[in-house]
Structure formats: structure tokens, C-alpha cells
């Protein structure tokens, strides 16, 4: 199940985050900078707690600062008006204990990227909410299934994460962290066996397309903030690159 107010889904997210929160979210992500990029992934199908965050690797600090100087709009402060969210995207994985939401660039195909459409005639990435004491592995496999009627065909490649502070009195569901959550991003090769499961308190899919990451990039930019067409764009490059 999707939040109906997940980020993935909202159209009114601004570009500029407010400066008390971005604060808050830049030293957080800073606290944990020199940990470097984080991909380590739980196995796929497994219902076991994922390896968030693996200890650094070298060079994964140089990493980090080329992939924010190469995807700027995506590392900029951001702020998402629909939960009063100030986010700041990291490449450096948060602690499990955060990740409250998690989305997947996921590849068939060859090179194709899985997008769904709602009833709203909105695309996007699958994925949504973990539910309490989901794993970030079970939340994966389950939204996939219920939005793209997909599954994993491999490991998933965490990208990277929105760390975000709202100013809500109160978190979204009572076991979620709050003020401080975390939005996790990965990537990896799936394949569409099925049609989407539609859960009554999800949004409800009409449509899942697999389209060239330019296209998928055109979709998500029709509604959605500049970084959305970065996001796409960060995906296919580190998929590119040996791991």
C-alpha cells in the first residue's frame, strides 16, 4: 500500500525548502557524509532486516560530491508542501530506522523503465509505505506487486535517500519516526509477470508501461519537480558502472 500523500504521487512539491528544516536535514545528512555512497542490498525475496548502511568503501566519499556536482537538481534543498517536508538527497544511505518509504527505477526489458499510472492519469516509480516492522526488502517485493504487478529479478541498488523534517505535529502512522524520516531510492532489474493488485487503500493503477529512461523522464517531469528526470538519469548511470 502507497500513501495517498507519498511524494511519488503529489504534484504541488516546491523547489526551495524552507531554511529552519533544511538545516535540520543538511547537518543530518553532513553527520553521516563520511560513510559514503551505500548500494548493499538484503537478498532478493528475503524477509530479513536489508544491509542498511554498509560499512564505506574507499573512494565512496569522491563519489558522492561527483554524483551531486553531475545531479544538481536532485541534491538541492527541496521542500514537499504536501506533508510540510523539508528533503535533502543523499547518496549516503540513512539507518534503517528512518526509511519509512521506499521507490524503485526498476529495468525490463533490456534498458526499460517500469512506470505506472494512477486513476489520476499520474505516472510514477512503484513503491510506497512501509507498513510497522516491515522489512525495507518485504515493503519492496509487496509494492511492486500491488502497483506494477512486478517482482525482482535481482538484488535492488539503493541509490541514495531523501532525509526529511516536517514541522507536522504529528508523523503520518504512529510507529513512523518523527520529525525526522528518510525516502529510499533504488534501482534494479525486474520483470512485469502480472497485473497490478490494487489494494482498496492504495492508489489504483490503470496502466504500467515500460518506456526508454528519456521517455520515463518526459512522464515524471509532467507534474513533478526537475530532480525527478535527474533521479532517472542517476539510476541509468550507476547502473552503468561496475559495482
Known amino acids: 500500500m502507497t500513501d495517498t500523500t507519498d511524494a511519488s504521487h503529489a504534484t504541488d512539491a516546491a523547489g526551495t525548502a524552507a531554511a529552519s528544516h533544511t538545516a535540520d536535514v543538511t547537518a543530518a545528512t553532513a553527520a553521516t557524509a563520511t560513510a559514503g555512497v551505500t548500494n548493499g542490498a538484503g537478498a532478493a525475496g528475503a524477509a530479513g532486516a536489508p544491509s542498511i548502511p554498509r560499512p564505506p568503501r574507499p573512494g565512496?566519499?569522491?563519489?558522492?560530491?561527483?554524483?551531486?556536482?553531475?545531479?544538481?537538481?536532485?541534491?538541492?534543498?527541496?521542500?514537499?508542501?504536501?506533508?510540510?517536508?523539508?528533503?535533502q538527497f543523499s547518496t549516503v544511505l540513512p539507518p534503517d530506522e528512518l526509511v519509512t518509504n521506499i521507490h524503485l527505477v526498476g529495468f525490463t526489458d533490456g534498458d526499460r523503465v517500469v512506470l505506472c499510472r494512477d486513476d489520476r492519469n499520474h505516472w510514477f516509480l512503484p513503491g510506497g509505505t512501509r507498513e510497522h516492522n516491515e522489512s525495507v526488502d518485504s515493503c519492496l517485493i509487496r509494492e511492486l506487486r500491488e502497483e506494477a504487478g512486478a517482482r525482482l529479478l535481482g538484488e535492488p541498488v539503493w541509490l541514495g535517500a531523501h532525509r526529511c523534517v516536517?514541522?507536522?505535529?504529528?508523523?503520518?502512522r504512529p510507529w513512523q519516526p518523527h520529525p525526522e524520516k528518510a525516502w529510499l531510492?533504488?534501482?534494479?532489474?525486474?520483470?512485469v509477470d502480472s497485473v497490478p493488485t490494487n489494494p482498496d487503500d492504495g492508489e489504483q493503477v490503470v496502466e504500467v508501461r515500460a518506456v526508454e529512461p528519456d521517455e520515463a523522464r518526459r512522464l515524471l517531469l509532467d507534474g513533478h519537480e526537475a530532480w525527478w528526470g535527474e533521479l532517472i538519469a542517476l539510476a541509468v548511470e550507476l547502473r552503468s558502472r561496475p559495482r
Request: glycine residues 4%.
Open 166 to 172: 516536517t514541522d507536522d505535529p504529528v508523523p503520518y
Open 185 to 191: 531510492w533504488g534501482w534494479a532489474d525486474v520483470t
Open 60 to 87: 565512496d566519499a569522491s563519489r558522492a560530491a561527483e554524483l551531486a556536482a553531475l545531479f544538481p537538481a536532485l541534491h538541492a534543498p527541496q521542500y514537499w508542501t504536501w506533508g510540510r517536508y523539508d528533503a
